[in-house]
T-cell receptor, first 115, second 113 residues
């Protein structure tokens, strides 16, 4: 299947700093990318949907000013956690849509730890 | 809204035992149904899918049948291996391209030799 690469896979930062996570589709063009957050022993919670060249659509309860999403090209989307706090520590996963219904390809995930 | 409910884990089995992980869904339309697997330290991978009622998805010895009458998509395998130890997620999406998946909470499977 198609490949989605996330970077970094792990990041530790101090409280109050900002962290950027990149999500790249390596061998297909992802017009739509999704950002999920995975809590320990819980499912993946959809945070936002981003379409190339337009503003992201955030799910209810997700702070758009804290979780900045940019989808500047068909192969790159970024999630920036601004002014991170310990409660933002989590596993963040991106996925790209290939255009076929329900066909999503997932990145390896990025584990953020905020001290 | 649409939702997915799957059995809570963890599920602990011996090698060669039979596996069933239950999954039921609630949807207003006619969703596509998926099982994803997450091996330790890795990202999510599509295991199998079914796009309409009575379809059976299968892969790596795993099977699941789209049952519209019971709104279910149970995952089954006749003989599990240690290498099947992972977290399994049931998911659905509506029929349109580019829509997000809605996931169940995941079921952890541990298989011992």
């Amino acid at each position: 299947g198609a490949v989605v690469s996330q970077h970094p896979s792990r990041v530790i930062c101090k409280s109050g700093t900002s962290v950027k996570i990149e999500c790249r589709s390596l061998d297909f063009q992802a017009t739509t990318m999704f950002w999920y957050r995975q809590f320990p022993k819980k499912s993946l919670m959809l945070m936002a949907t981003s379409n190339e060249g337009s503003k992201a659509t955030y799910e209810q309860g997700v702070e758009k000013d804290k979780f900045l999403i940019n989808h500047a090209s068909l192969t790159l989307s970024t999630l920036t956690v601004t002014s991170a706090h310990p409660e933002d520590s989590s596993f963040y996963i991106c996925s790209g849509a290939s255009g076929h219904p329900g066909e999503l390809f997932f990145g390896e995930g990025s584990r953020l730890t905020v001290l | 809204g649409d939702s997915v409910t799957q059995m809570e884990g963890p599920v602990t089995l011996s090698e060669e035992a039979c596996l069933t992980i239950n999954c039921t869904y609630t949807a207003t339309g006619y969703p596509s149904l998926f099982w994803y697997v997450q091996y330790p330290g890795e990202g999510l991978q599509l295991l199998l899918k079914a796009t309409k009622a009575d379809d059976k998805g299968s892969n790596k010895g795993f099977e699941a049948t789209y049952r519209k009458e019971t709104t279910s998509f149970h995952l089954e395998k006749g003989s599990v291996q240690v290498s099947d130890s992972a977290v399994y997620f049931c998911a659905l999406s509506d029929s349109q391209a580019g829509t997000a998946l809605i996931f169940g909470k995941g079921t952890t499977l541990s298989v011992s030799s």
